[in-house]
T-cell receptor, first 112, second 113 residues
């Protein structure tokens, strides 16, 4: 079952902050975050694993609530380059590793 | 530099034809994945492989097949193309024997007429 992302879209001015949420009804082992610009491939941002381990870019922060099966991506002091569609990919506990189910995406637009 | 490539980048084919999309990575990654991306559905997993001779079905595998004869390549075959398979197809790879970040290829836009 596909995780649910919210909001579906957000518009910011440069320097503003945003939070993108990802929620699953299944018990999760990990949550992955990717950003995709129009016409391009998704690019890895962050992995959050059960137990608290995180791997990702220094300027990106995120959280993973294992009890609620929810993750949030925090974008602070946004830049024009942050514009794009953000996807969370969830990895269920007890399934094959790397087998991700992606949300429908959140479109982020940053204006000058 | 190591990379992941897909070919062709654009393909138009007719209903019923067999089509093969190529994916090649030079990172020597064990794991490779095929996704399709459609508006409103995000990315959906078609097939994946953990190594040579290993292939597994994803959530939307009907009408697709893959084979892994070496580490670098995972071609995706549409046995008999259907209009419902018009989509953008992404290949991805990741290292290791557990969860790691996936590196995506540039994508192939396939149109079935």
């Amino acid at each position: 079952q596909q995780p649910v992302q919210s909001p579906q879209a957000v518009i910011l001015r440069e320097g503003e902050d945003a939070v993108i949420n990802c929620s699953s009804s299944k018990a999760l082992y990990s949550v992955h975050w990717y950003r995709q610009k129009h016409g391009e491939a998704p690019v890895f941002l962050m992995i959050l694993l059960k137990g608290g381990e995180q791997k990702g870019h220094e300027k990106i922060s995120a959280s993973f609530n294992e009890k609620k099966q929810q993750s949030s991506l925090y974008l602070t002091a946004s830049q024009l380059s942050y514009s794009g569609t953000y996807f969370c990919g969830t990895e269920r506990r007890g399934t094959s590793y790397g087998k991700l189910t992606f949300g429908q995406g959140t479109i982020l637009t940053v204006h000058p | 530099d190591a990379e992941i490539t897909q070919s062709p980048r654009h393909k138009i084919t007719e209903t019923g034809r067999q089509v093969t999309l190529a994916c090649h990575q030079t990172w020597n990654h064990n794991n490779m994945f095929w996704y399709r991306q459609d508006l409103g559905h995000g990315l959906r997993l078609i097939h994946y492989s953990y190594g040579v001779q290993d292939t597994n079905k994803g959530e939307v595998s009907d009408g697709y097949s893959v084979s892994r004869s070496n580490t670098e390549d995972l071609p995706l075959t549409l046995e008999s193309a259907a209009s419902s398979q018009t989509s953008v197809y992404f290949c991805a790879s990741s290292p290791g024997l557990k969860t790691y970040e996936q590196y995506f290829g540039p994508g192939t836009r396939l149109t079935v007429t």
